[in-house]
Nanobody, 121 residues
C-alpha cells in the first residue's frame, strides 16, 4: 500500500513564507513525478508545480519566482517552498505522485490528504 503524507501547512500573514513537505511510503517500485496541486474554495483543483525523477520542474505560470519545488536525494519526498505569500494563495494543497507499486504493473496517481494554507491580509 502506498501513502503520501503532507505536512507544513498553516496560517501566515501576507508576505510570509511556508514550506510544505510530502513523503511517500509503502511498497513503491518507482516514482515518476511528484508534485503539488491546490484547491481554493469554489474553484477547481489546479497544478502548482511538479518535479520528475530526473529533476525537471514545471510551475504554474502565475507562481513562478515565488514558489520552489524540490525533492530529496531518494526522490521519495517532495517539498514546496512558498515565499511572498498572498491571500489568493489560500487553499488546500495536495501532494500528488505518479507511482508504480510493487503490487501493480501500471503507474497510478496517488494523492495526499491535503494540508490547509491560509494567508491573511
Amino acid at each position: 500500500q502506498v501513502q503520501l503524507v503532507e505536512s507544513g501547512g498553516g496560517l501566515v500573514q501576507a508576505g510570509g513564507s511556508l514550506r510544505l513537505s510530502c513523503a511517500a511510503s509503502g511498497s513503491i517500485f518507482s516514482i515518476n513525478v511528484m508534485g503539488w496541486y491546490r484547491q481554493a474554495p469554489g474553484k477547481q483543483r489546479e497544478l502548482v508545480a511538479h518535479i520528475t525523477s530526473g529533476g525537471s520542474t514545471n510551475y504554474a505560470d502565475s507562481l513562478k519566482g515565488r514558489f520552489t519545488i524540490s525533492s530529496d536525494n531518494a526522490k521519495t519526498a517532495v517539498y514546496l517552498q512558498m515565499n511572498s505569500l498572498k491571500p489568493e494563495d489560500t487553499a488546500v494543497y495536495y501532494c500528488n505522485a505518479a507511482i508504480r507499486a510493487y503490487s501493480d504493473y501500471g503507474i497510478h496517481d496517488y494523492w495526499g490528504q491535503g494540508t490547509q494554507v491560509t494567508v491573511s491580509s
